[in-house]
C-alpha cells in the first residue's frame, strides 16, 4: 500500500515488492487508497503483469488518501477484519511519518506486522540517510529555479521562492545549495527574517538580482508573508514570490529514486521472509538497514549543520 503524499519512485517500490513476492511463491495484494481502501476492503490481487511497466510512472498506482476514519479504532478494526478476510499476513506500507505512525497503532492493536518503506520527497524520517521521491523533487526544484532565475536577472528582481519542507528543509536546503540560491530559509534556523533584512541592506549595496529560497511552513509566514514585511522596507527593490507547490511531487522518477525504491521494496520482502516485525527498510551510508518502526516516529532527524555552514561559506554575501 501507499500512504499519505506521493512521492516518484513509489511505483518502482509497487513493482519491486510485487515481483520479489511472486518469486519467492508469496500472494501479493495491492491495498487502494491507503488506509481508506483498507478500510472499504479495496484490496486487490497483484501478480508479476500487474506491475510491467510502471517503474518510470510518478505517482501511485495503488493511489494514495488521508484517513481521518482510520484514527478512530473501529476504522482501524475494520480495516484489520478486511486484511485477516483475505488472510494477509502482513503489510508493506509506502509512506511517510504519518502512514507510519497508523501502521505503528494498528500492528499495536492487532496481530499483523508492517514492514515500512520511506518515500516523502521531504528526506525528513529518523533512521534513512534517503527517502524515495527526494532526488526527483530536487531536480524538479533546480529546474524550476534555474528556469525563474532567467527571469530575475533580465528584470533585476529579487524573487522569494517557496518549497515544500513544512517541518523540515532538507528539500529547501539542497536544492537552494544545487541552484546557488543567494539565500536559504528553513525552519531550522533561528533569527530568519532578521537575516533576511541584513542579506537585502547588503543586496541593496550591490543592486543584483537574487534567489531567496523559502521553505513552506516558517514560523514567519509563507513566501507571500515574508514578501510583503519587507516590501516596505526596501522599496528599491522589485520583489516576486514564486510557489512551486506539488509539481515537485510530479514526474518521472530519477534513476537514483528508480534504483532505491526497487532495492528497498526487495529488501521489505526479504525482512517479511526473515520473519521480521514492525521496521522500516532505511539507507544508511548506502547499506540497507532495519530500523524500529517505532523508532521512526518517536525521533526526529534533522539538517546537517555541515550543510547549514556550507551556505554560508559559497554564499555572493557573507552575512554576519
Do not use: W
Not at 34 to 61: A, H, N, R, Y
Not at 228 to 246: A, N, T, W, Y
Request: charged letters at 25%; a negative charge.
Amino acid at each position: 500500500m501507499t500512504s499519505g503524499g506521493d512521492a516518484p519512485g513509489m511505483n518502482a517500490a509497487i513493482r519491486a515488492v510485487t515481483r520479489a513476492g511472486v518469486n519467492n511463491d508469496l500472494e501479493v495484494f495491492g491495498i487502494m487508497r491507503g488506509f481508506e481502501g483498507m478500510i472499504d476492503g479495496d484490496i486487490i490481487p497483484l501478480e508479476t503483469e500487474s506491475v510491467s511497466g510502471i517503474i518510470q510512472k510518478g505517482g501511485t498506482i495503488l493511489l494514495t488518501a488521508r484517513s481521518k476514519r482510520f484514527r478512530e479504532y473501529e476504522g482501524r478494526r475494520e480495516a484489520y477484519e478486511h486484511l485477516k478476510r483475505l488472510s494477509i499476513d502482513a503489510v508493506v506500507i509506502i509512506g511517510g511519518d504519518g502512514s507510519f505512525k497508523g501502521a505503528n497503532e494498528i500492528a499495536s492493536e492487532f496481530d499483523i506486522p508492517f514492514i515500512g518503506i520511506p518515500g516523502t520527497i521531504d528526506n525528513d524520517l529518523f533512521g534513512t540517510d534517503y527517502t524515495i521521491g527526494f532526488d526527483t523533487a530536487l531536480n524538479t526544484v533546480v529546474d524550476a529555479v534555474d528556469k525563474i532565475r532567467d527571469t530575475a536577472s533580465s528584470h533585476n528582481r529579487i524573487f522569494f521562492v517557496e518549497v515544500m519542507g513544512r517541518e523540515a528543509g532538507f528539500v529547501a536546503i539542497n536544492s537552494g545549495i544545487a541552484c546557488g540560491a543567494e539565500m536559504i530559509m528553513i525552519p531550522e534556523e533561528k533569527g530568519r527574517l532578521e537575516k533576511a533584512r541584513r542579506f537585502l541592506t547588503e543586496r541593496a549595496r550591490k543592486n543584483k538580482s537574487s534567489i531567496i529560497l523559502v521553505a513552506e511552513g516558517l514560523a514567519e509566514g509563507s513566501a507571500f508573508d515574508i514578501a510583503e514585511i519587507l516590501k516596505p522596507e526596501f522599496p528599491q527593490f522589485d520583489m516576486r514570490v514564486s510557489i512551486l507547490g506539488h509539481i515537485q511531487r510530479g514526474g518521472s522518477p530519477s534513476a537514483k529514486d528508480r534504483v532505491i525504491a526497487s532495492r528497498m521494496g526487495v529488501a521489505a520482502v526479504d525482512a517479511l521472509l526473515d520473519n521480521q516485525k514492525c521496521i522500516m527498510i532505511g539507507l544508511s551510508n548506502d547499506k540497507i538497514v532495519h530500523v524500529p518502526l517505532n523508532k521512526t516516529v518517536k525521533l526526529h532527524k534533522t539538517v546537517d549543520q555541515a550543510l547549514i555552514d556550507l551556505v554560508e561559506e559559497i554564499a555572493t554575501l557573507k552575512i554576519s
